[in-house]
T-cell receptor
């Protein structure tokens, strides 16, 4: 069955550095992958969508890559700020004909001033 | 303002007492779904609906019911709540049943069953 893995350990970085979060998937090949941000006790908020034929997508300080060979997506935040502290969820397209994204468990990012 | 609303936001109830959590969206979205979120388990889909009168089970449907009589509303019903249904619940909607469309999430309902 499909499996989505995000680092369960929190990522701690200093303000101004680049944060890199990883999403690995196994046993299938999604054509699309979404990234969401979730603040404590609140609903996820959509950030970016990347398609399998797009190796890289950018939006302001955010950059997402999609490596279909490695079955991995990387999410980068450049010039990170304390306000970027949140949990980031990857959501690849579902497998087996279910076209709705399936969410990973998320990685917590903590940016220290 | 385009949004997904849920009510109530917080609910404490007792085992076996039927409850309904309402969800409404004002964006004319086709697709709506319910998720529960538990520590260490992430977001798990309970039920989804691709349009009016079309609903289907997600990954964890046991103990829940839904209905989609109108496009904007998608209530979640717990006929006989049990303590293992204590969780944070999110309703979400999307313009189309299509992985390229973003999902809009409600603010969440924190349910405690004692």
């Amino acid at each position: 069955s499909q499996k989505i893995e995000q680092n369960s350990e929190a990522l701690n970085i200093q303000e101004g550095k680049t944060a890199t979060l990883t999403c690995n998937y196994t046993n299938y090949s999604p054509a699309y992958l979404q990234w969401y941000r979730q603040d404590p006790g609140r609903g996820p908020v959509f950030l970016l969508l990347i398609r399998e034929n797009e190796k890289e997508k950018r939006k302001e300080r955010l950059k997402v890559t999609f490596d279909t060979t490695l079955k991995q997506s990387l999410f980068h935040i450049t010039a990170s700020q304390p306000a970027d502290s949140a949990t980031y969820l990857c959501a690849p397209e579902g497998s087996g004909g279910s076209y709705i994204p399936t969410f990973g468990r998320g990685t917590s990012l903590i940016v220290h001033p | 303002e385009a949004q997904v609303t849920q009510n109530p936001r917080y609910l404490i109830t007792v085992t076996g007492k039927k409850l309904t959590v309402t969800c409404s969206q004002n964006m004319n979205h086709e697709y709506m779904s319910w998720y529960r979120q538990d520590p260490g388990l992430g977001l798990r889909q309970i039920y989804y609906s691709m349009n009016v009168e079309v609903t289907d089970k997600g990954d964890v449907p046991e103990g829940y019911k839904v209905s989609r009589k109108e496009k904007r509303n998608f209530p979640l019903i717990l006929e006989s709540p049990s303590p293992n249904q204590t969780s944070l619940y999110f309703c979400a909607s999307s313009l189309r049943t299509d992985p390229t469309y973003e999902q809009y999430f409600g603010p969440g309902t924190r349910l405690t069953v004692t």
